[in-house]
């Protein structure tokens, strides 16, 4: 539960600076965490449960980012763009396209995946893999490159 304790020293800093842009994502790191610690059959967070978590958040912001940017609320996405740096500064530094190829290459031949139909496989493992180090859009996009080949 490091997550945990990372996010409540930066919330009492944030108080004290008056930071409302870091109050608002730490106070949404610390309901994720209290709603995942709370949820029914949930166990120990580990380090790869928190990244995910902290993930689907910044996820979140930038989804909002670009709605609002398509709607012209240019303001209500800076409050998103300020949150999302909160955030990114919690998740693990995320690997490029040109680090993960090459190990999902490894994981497709590692599963004998030869055919774009069984391209979930090879998602099941490679998400497993690079929890909280990448994107799983990105995963995706290489491992439909790499199968079309």
Not at 36 to 46: I, N, P
Not at 55 to 65: T, V, Y
């Amino acid at each position: 539960m490091e997550l945990e304790k990372k996010v409540m020293e930066r919330l009492k800093e944030a108080m004290k600076n008056k930071d409302d842009a870091a109050l608002r994502a730490l106070r949404a790191i610390k309901a994720a965490i209290l709603t995942a610690k709370t949820e029914k059959g949930a166990g120990e967070m580990d380090e790869a449960k928190e990244s995910q978590l902290v993930m689907k958040l910044a996820k979140q912001r930038k989804e909002s980012i670009e709605i609002f940017e398509k709607q012209g609320r240019a303001d209500l996405a800076q409050t998103e763009r300020e949150e999302l740096e909160v955030l990114n500064t919690f998740l693990p530094k995320q690997m490029t396209e040109e680090e993960l190829a090459p190990l999902i290459q490894k994981i497709i031949s590692d599963l004998g995946v030869t055919d774009a139909k069984e391209m979930g496989k090879v998602m099941g493992a490679a998400n497993k893999e690079f929890a909280g180090k990448a994107d799983g859009g990105t995963i995706s996009k290489i491992v439909k490159q790499l199968l079309a080949q």
